[in-house]
């Protein structure tokens, strides 16, 4: 009698950051893989800076799939592989990676998830007059996905001024106007604003926000309130007091996430399901914290 063969290992693909193990990814990633057949693993990879390179090294090995990136590496980990998709270089961040042929691409879905999810409540996004605060990573490919959906008006407003001056240098000549950081500044440009949108860091914790929040009284009534972290924050409750059509940054993360998956697979992710899991995850964590 023959042995039946061995099965076949499976694949694995993972999330590469410090820390990761708040990341929501593989709560929505493995239901996905699962549902679409792939034999594949969704790991968190916790790495160091000084680590980055050797992992980085280890997604060459046959069995991996590719790699999500994240918090501090988007932007080290571009010097690291063998290509860089051309918009993600503009956005000075990858946050996906995938192998074609021995070699190693960088890509950024955040630009395209932030499109699609903005696109799917907001259908007149080209006539909106957009704030975005932050200028960081997530500001960047903000800024590009509000380019690609015909958004010509676009401010940026920053604590650090240099990184500021650094991003409208780096996206020109996408035409960012610069919105100083002050009270008076940023309530004149709310007042002008259809479209806000939460790039910093600042609102994960309760009583944490970017701005002071009745400077939110200025915005037009008909404005749109973006955050893109992805759970109820003090700046989208009150938004919404104010009568504001609000969205949260969870349906970002699954589109940028099933982007990725659709890189990796060739697959058609299916997104619902994804927005399921991430959703159960994110509040299955906030009854715990
Ligand atoms: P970066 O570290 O690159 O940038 C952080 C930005 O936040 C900087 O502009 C920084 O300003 C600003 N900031 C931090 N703290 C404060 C504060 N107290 N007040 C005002 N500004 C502040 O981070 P990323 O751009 O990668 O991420 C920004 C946010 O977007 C994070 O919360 C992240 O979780 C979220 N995100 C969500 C995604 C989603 O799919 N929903 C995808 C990617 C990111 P300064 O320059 O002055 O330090």
Redesign the pocket.
């Known amino acids: 009698m023959t042995e039946p063969p061995p099965p076949l290992a499976r694949l694995r693909v993972g999330v590469i950051g410090d820390p990761v193990a708040h990341s929501l990814s593989p709560a929505m990633q493995q239901p996905a893989l699962d549902a679409l057949g792939i034999a594949a693993n969704y790991v968190l990879w916790p790495t160091t800076a000084e680590g980055l390179p050797g992992r980085i090294a280890g997604l060459r090995a046959p069995d991996v799939l590719g790699a999500n990136v ?3 590496h ?2 080290a980990v571009m010097a690291l592989l063998d290509e860089v998709n051309p918009l993600a270089r503009r956005a000075g ?1 990858v ?1 996906t990676i995938l192998r074609r042929d021995d070699r190693l691409i960088g890509e950024n879905t ?1 630009i395209a ?2 499109a699609t ?1 903005l696109g799917a409540v907001c259908r007149d996004a080209e006539d909106r007059r957009a704030l975005i ?9 903000v800024v590009l996905a509000l380019e690609s959906l015909g958004v010509s008006r676009i401010a940026v407003a ?3 001024t ?3 001056d650094q991003l409208i240098a780096d996206l020109a000549p996408t035409p960012v106007a610069r919105v100083e ?1 002050d009270d008076t500044a940023l309530r004149r440009a709310l007042s002008d604003a259809t479209l806000l949108i ?7 914790q309760p009583g ?4 002071p929040l009745d400077l939110l009284g200025a915005l037009p009534v008909d404005a749109l309130v973006v955050d ?3 759970r109820e924050t003090d700046l989208l409750a009150a938004a919404r007091h104010l009568g504001l059509t609000t969205l ?10 099933a982007r990725s998956l659709e890189l990796w697979t060739g697959h058609k992710a299916p997104v619902d399901l994804m927005m399921a899991a991430a959703g159960a995850a994110r509040d299955a964590r906030a009854a715990t914290h």
């Open positions: 994240t918090v501090p988007k932007r961040a946050n955040d998830g932030f999810a605060l932050g200028a960081g990573g997530a500001a960047r490919a920053n604590r650090t240099s990184r500021l950081y939460n790039a910093t860091a600042a609102g994960w944490e926000s970017p701005l893109l972290t992805y949260d940054g969870l349906p970002m993360l699954v589109r940028q996430g």
